[in-house]
Antibody
Framework: QAQLVESGGGVVQPGRSLRLSCAAS????????MHWVRQAPGKGLEWVAL????????YYADSVKGRFTISRDNSKNTLYLRMNSLRPEDTALYYCAKDQAVTTAGNYLDSWGQGTVVTVSS | DIQMTQTPSSVSASVGDRVTITCRASQRIADWLAWYQQKPGKAPKFLIY???RLHGGVPSRFSGSASGTEYTLTISSLQPEDFATYFCQQAYSLPPTFGQGTKVDIK
């Protein structure tokens, strides 16, 4: 059974950076595309980024393109999200999620972590 | 981007009731549609994919159907553990987009 544990969230000032991590276990991490999805307080779900099983290609929501970078280390079973130039509107609970499909991205998210909170405020 | 319009935004129901939630896509998504359940303070849980296929371990009282660009999640007999918020999501094209959510609460 897949387990995903996010970390790295916190309170950060606008314009600063933060790196989130997601430790994966219970499945063959290197075989699956991975996603980041966020949820602002009291709001719905917003997809943020996708990385293929082998690290390329990568895709981003327009709202984060050029500021956020998704990456992975398959030797460490870990997914990352580097967030630069943070804005107040980036405040949210950030989830990592596993794609359902093997070695491709079907964009169905069949396992989710519990999330890590990012607050951007001066 | 494909827009997903989910209705209603909330529904009050009793245990044993039949509940129906609808999602309409702004364009053809060829049944690339998922449903998720989210309880307060918890991560979303994957319920249904390809519009009507139940993910492993999901009770059979949950079902999904499709008609053109309109997709429906039905809970045939609401159970206490089903009170939650439900989201649809299109997986047809990037970026994946979600409906606004439907909160199912106790009448």
């Amino acid at each position: 059974q897949a387990q995903l544990v996010e970390s790295g969230g916190g309170v950060v000032q606008p314009g600063r950076s933060l790196r989130l991590s997601c430790a994966a276990s219970g499945f063959t991490f290197e075989n699956y595309a991975m996603h980041w999805v966020r949820q602002a307080p009291g709001k719905g779900l917003e997809w943020v980024a996708l990385i293929a099983y082998d690290g390329s290609p990568k895709y981003y929501a327009d709202s984060v393109k050029g500021r956020f970078t998704i990456s992975r280390d398959n030797s460490k079973n870990t997914l990352y999200l580097r967030m630069n130039s943070l804005r107040p509107e980036d405040t949210a609970l950030y989830y990592c999620a596993k794609d359902q499909a093997v070695t491709t991205a079907g964009n169905y998210l069949d396992s989710w972590g519990q999330g890590t909170v990012v607050t951007v405020s001066s | 981007d494909i827009q997903m319009t989910q209705t209603p935004s909330s529904v009050s129901a009793s245990v044993g009731d039949r509940v129906t939630i609808t999602c309409r896509a702004s364009q053809r998504i060829a049944d690339w549609l998922a449903w998720y359940q989210q309880k307060p303070g918890k991560a979303p849980k994957f319920l249904i994919y390809a519009a009507s296929r139940l993910h492993g371990g999901v009770p059979s009282r949950f079902s999904g159907s499709a008609s053109g660009t309109e997709y429906t999640l039905t809970i045939s007999s609401l159970q206490p553990e089903d009170f939650a918020t439900y989201f649809c999501q299109q997986a047809y094209s990037l970026p994946p987009t979600f409906g606004q959510g439907t909160k199912v609460d106790i009448k």
